[in-house]
């Protein structure tokens, strides 16, 4: 806009209208552009101090759902009602204090009256035992660490003809110091408990155990490597799931090129029930070639967010891959596009949370995959189209550059992505399960801070794999890798699927009856 001088203002009404037309319009597009940094700043300062959960109070989604469109006005009334019907809970009594599990070791202690004290104050009649009253605490007893001498005897014949020394154990890591059980208590204490390897250094120095970092930095390579095989084979059976969810987060690595850290990728990759395990890779960058290297053999449903580096794998006709979309972070885009649109993101936000009650009745009514496909055609199918209706309608009328116009843009190109869990009672509504199995990463790199290079981050995600496979099996992971690490060595390579985590976790338990 030219510059207008006050003292120099047109005298003809033309010239007036049109510089005024001028004004409007610069200060809409000024208005707009405040709108979105306004926008922008509150998506930062939610990011960086806020809440992390999308919450939104019931009562005022259900006040907005009632600008749904008409045809779904008995869906919003009838889900009013049911909420409203919805008996409360009641109120959680107290529970007291918890009775302490009685598979723990227990030590008894036992305290009885002095000899003196065993007499009657008033007769001098022996006191004879009632019983005994029991009480019950905790207590800690610190780890050990123990030097496991090895003895090989040996054995000559008397004649000088031979020498015969008994064999021990194939060891770990070959000429190397740590035992099994050590080795998986750092693997855990690092990728499960999120202690890096200068903080161990420490405990174990007040043990008086002096253990330096970068020792137990080479250890988790060996023991990477030693695991390599069992990976590339739960690899290989995570490949085979018919629906596979896959999500990735940023991490620093140290780079010796560079000034400071490069940001390198740990992509998850979660199987379906039938191949219940959770890989990751890591990838120096987040080019297309990690997942497509990954994806090579993998044919079924791909479940992941509307990341670019996916469309050439989902549109590749030499591959039979699916893609589906998430509804979270669909339903992300209208959270928060509230700032800018409360109107129409809580009207979505209302319609995304129908959708979700459907899955919560299939999940509290425990149905099998035919009966959920089934319930997702009568309940779902129907809301899908009110959705669909509804943003093709909003969409000419907000502004393409609107918060509230990319998440409606958003929704509708994805929109066959985003109902395809609708065609088959095996796939999810969301892409949750990935997101949950990087919360362990995104809790790492805050105490473990980087990756010493790009070989070790491979290496975390060989370890982070066996830790969060384990985990989703309710596997105790020290037990997990102190036996397997102890075995894998001298174990038949043809039989190897038999120490993955779910045939080890088989395998421990009792026989049936």
């Known amino acids: 806009m030219k510059k207008i001088d006050p003292k120099d203002l047109p005298q003809d009404l033309d010239q007036c209208h049109a510089l005024i037309a001028e004004l409007v319009q610069d200060l809409d597009h000024k208005e707009r552009k405040l709108r979105r940094v306004q926008h922008q700043l509150e998506k930062l300062l939610r990011w960086r101090y806020g809440p992390k959960r999308e919450r939104v109070d019931p009562n005022q989604m259900f006040l907005f759902a009632a600008a749904m469109v008409e045809t779904n006005q008995d869906i919003a009334a009838e889900s009013t009602e049911a909420a409203a019907d919805e008996p409360k809970p009641a109120r959680r009594k107290g529970h007291g204090r ?42 800690y007893v610190p780890a050990t660490t123990q030097v496991i001498e090895q003895i090989c005897k040996k054995y000559a014949c008397p004649k000088g003809c031979t020498v015969v020394t008994a064999p021990k154990p194939m060891q770990p890591i070959e000429k190397g110091l740590a035992g099994p059980g050590l080795l998986a208590h750092v693997t855990v204490s690092k990728y499960a408990d999120h202690q890096p390897l200068h903080r161990q250094e420490e405990m174990f120095k007040r043990q008086g155990v002096k253990l330096s970092r970068k020792t137990m930095c080479d250890w988790m390579r060996r023991t990477a490597e030693l695991l390599a095989p069992l990976f590339v084979e739960m690899r290989t059976r995570v490949l085979m799931s018919k629906a596979l969810q896959t999500d990735d987060t940023p991490v620093a690595v140290l780079d010796p090129d560079l000034p400071r850290t490069k940001t390198g990728r740990i992509w998850t990759y979660v199987g379906d029930r039938d191949h219940p395990f959770t890989v990751y890779d890591y990838t120096p960058n987040r080019s297309r070639d990690g997942p497509d290297e990954f994806l090579r053999d993998f044919s079924g449903h791909l479940q992941a967010d509307a990341y670019s580096g996916y469309d050439q794998i989902y549109t590749d006709p030499d591959r039979d891959i699916t893609e589906v979309a998430c509804w979270a972070h669909t339903r992300r885009k209208f959270f928060e ?7 129409r993101s809580m009207v979505m ?59 409606i843009g958003y929704a509708l190109n994805n929109w066959k992505a985003l109902t395809r869990y609708c065609e088959d009672g095996d796939l999810e509504i969301d892409n949750n399960g990935a997101e949950r199995s990087l919360r362990g990463v995104a809790v790492g790199r805050k105490n473990w801070m980087f990756f010493g290079s790009d070989r070790g ?10 830790i969060a496979s384990c985990k989703r099996l309710h596997i105790d992971p020290f037990l997990y890798l102190r036996d397997v690490i102890a075995r894998i060595s001298a174990h038949p390579a043809n039989r190897i699927e038999e120490l993955l985590p779910d045939a080890w976790k088989t395998a421990q338990e009792p026989p049936a009856s």
């Open 337 to 343: 596009a509230q700032s800018s649109d409360l109107m």
């Open 457 to 466: 981050g491979q290496t975390a995600a060989v370890l982070t794999s066996f």
């Open 349 to 407: 936000l209302a319609f995304i949370r129908l959708l979700y009650d459907v899955e919560r009745e299939a999940r509290d009514r425990e149905l099998d995959s035919t009966e959920r496909l089934a319930l997702r055609q009568e309940k779902s199918v129907p809301i899908l189209d009110d959705i669909e209706a509804y943003l093709r309608r909003e969409q000419t009328c907000v502004l393409p550059k609107e918060p509230i116009a990319e998440a």
């Open 98 to 139: 918890r009775r302490l599990p009685t598979d723990v070791e227990r030590r008894r202690e036992e305290y009885d009256l002095p000899e003196d004290q065993k007499v009657c104050p008033h007769c001098q009649a022996a006191l004879k035992l009632l019983g005994e009253e029991k009480s019950e605490r905790w207590e």
